[in-house]
């Protein structure tokens, strides 16, 4: 948290504004590899007090880790989100993308709220492409005992059916006025298009959407989430 304050992009300190860009690179890098290797150390702490028993970070997921927390702390004070506001992390398969998933979740439930509502517990929606996939999600957080909000496919939680009155069939899908959401979580973010893609935007809901950067994406439909994610794990479990 003190180095997003030290370096906030958007009112960057007298200190920062004084360093040159090449410097100013390097302390930040610098910044990073020192709350890299706190995190980490925290990491191995928790699990041995049993807190969380299936997370032995990588590297990889350490830095994700920090990464999505800072950025939701960051995202939450603003009063407009932009399209930048989508995290991306890129893993490959058996990188631990569902553990990293799952442990950050775990403490964003358990340690944060939301700054417009800090007396009530953060509101966390899971989604999917498909239906399936949704199932796989779902039973990943199960175990690693995360209670979401919302865990289901993406057109559930955007779009209600519009049905016709005489014949009772769906006729076609409305989209919802309001997302009740702090967080939307994407998995499979890879598969999805880019029309669903910008509805979830329009919400104004900060998005960290999760995937396999090296899968290929559905030819003509690919919003691009996962063509250069923000982090990336690539240390193979």
Do not use: C
């Amino acid at each position: 948290n003190i180095l997003n304050e030290i370096f906030d992009e958007e009112q960057p300190s007298p200190f920062v504004r004084a360093l040159p860009k090449a410097e100013l690179q390097v302390r930040m890098e610098e910044g990073s590899k020192v709350v890299a290797e706190a995190s980490k150390a925290l990491a191995k702490v928790q699990v041995a007090n049993g807190q969380f028993t299936t997370w032995d970070p990588s590297e990889d997921q350490v830095r994700a880790n920090r990464g999505i927390l800072d950025w939701f702390l960051r995202v939450t004070k603003k009063k407009h989100l932009s399209e930048n506001d989508i995290l991306t992390i890129g893993g490959y398969a058996g990188s631990g993308k569902t553990a990293l998933v799952g442990h950050t979740a775990k403490e964003l439930l358990n340690n944060h709220r939301h700054p417009l509502r800090p007396e009530a517990p953060l509101r966390v929606a899971f989604a999917t492409y498909t239906g399936k996939a949704s199932q796989v999600l779902d039973a990943s957080l199960q175990r690693a005992e995360v209670v979401s909000a919302y865990t289901g496919t993406i057109h559930r939680l955007m779009y209600r059916p519009h049905v016709d009155e005489r014949t009772g069939r769906v006729k076609g899908w409305i989209k919802q006025d309001v997302m009740p959401y702090d967080l939307i979580v994407i998995d499979e973010a890879s598969m999805v298009p880019t029309k669903l893609v910008e509805d979830l935007q329009s919400y104004g809901v900060p998005i960290l959407a999760v995937g396999d950067h090296g899968q290929l994406a559905p030819v003509g439909e690919d919003a691009g989430l996962m063509a250069d994610p923000h982090y990336r794990l690539e240390t193979i479990h």
